[in-house]
C-alpha cells in the first residue's frame, strides 16, 4: 500500500517527514516556497494522516525504511530529505542508510537525555489526551489567539498566528492517529548514535531557541554528535517552526537541500 502524499512543484525530488501526532498539511505554509526550487513529496507516514497503518514497525530505524521503499514507490532516487521531530530522526537515518542526496532535521528526536525523553513523551500523550476531551469545544477555543495559544503553545512558540482551521487540522490530526501510540512508546528505545556512519550526506539540523518539547539545549549535543554538519537556529521558533515564522523555516530547507545538489543521484 502506497504511503498518501501531497506532490507538487518541479525541480530536485524533495521529501518531507512529519513529525509524531501530524501529518503532511504541517508543512502548508512552506510549501510555496519549497515547491518554487524542489518537486515536493509531503508524506503521511503510516498510521497518520491518510495512510493507514501497513504493518512498519514503530521505530524510527523501522519507519525510515518504509520511507526508503516510499522512494521507489513514488519513482525518485536518493532525493532531498527534511523532516521534523520524529521525522528528523527519520531523515538522520535515510542519511546514515545512504538513501538521500542530503538531510535536514528539524528538532529530531534522539539527541535527549532520558528524563528529556521521558517528558517528550508524557506532554505529547498529555496534548493528545487534552485534545480528544475537547471534542465540539474545539472550534470555539481555536477561533481566539487566547484560545489558540492554550491549545497549542508548547509545540509552536507563536499558535496565535495560526488560523482556527491550521488549529483544527493540527488536532484532528494528533486525536485520530493510531499510529500515536506506538510510536510514541518506541520512543523510550530511540538515541541516536554513530554519528560518523553518516559522513558522505550532506547533513543540516536546525533547532527553534523557543522549542519547549525538545529543548533547544538538545541542539547542542547534535552539534557534538555530527560536528562536521551544519547547524542552524530558527530564532524565535518553536517546537514545529513553519507558522511561527514560514520563511526562516523555509530558508533553511532550502539551503540543506542546497549542500546536496552538486550529489549526483546515483552516487553511492
Known sequence: MALHHHRGGSGEPLVLVHGLASHWQAWGRVLPALEARHEVLAIDLPGFGGSAPDGTGPSVEEQA???????????VERPHVCGFSMGGGIALELARRGAVRSATAIAPVGFWTPRERAWCQRSLDTAVSA??????????IA????????????????PWRMTPEEVLGTLQA???????????????????????ELRGVPVTVAW????RLLLYRQAARAAKALPWATHVTLHGCGHVPFTDDEDQAARAILAGAALGSAVPAAAA
Open 65 to 75: 525504511v518504509r520511507v526508503e521503499r516510499f522512494f521507489a514507490e513514488a519513482g
Open 131 to 140: 485534545g480528544k476531551a475537547l471534542g465540539p469545544l474545539a472550534p470555539t
Open 143 to 158: 477561533r481566539s489567539a487566547v484560545g489558540r495559544t492554550a491549545l497549542l503553545g508548547q509545540n509552536f512558540a507563536r
Open 174 to 196: 494528533a486525536t485520530t492517529c493510531p499510529g500515536f501510540r506506538p510510536c510514541n512508546d518506541a520512543f523510550t528505545g530511540h538515541c541516536f548514535h554513530d554519528g560518523d
Open 208 to 211: 527553534g531557541d523557543k522549542d
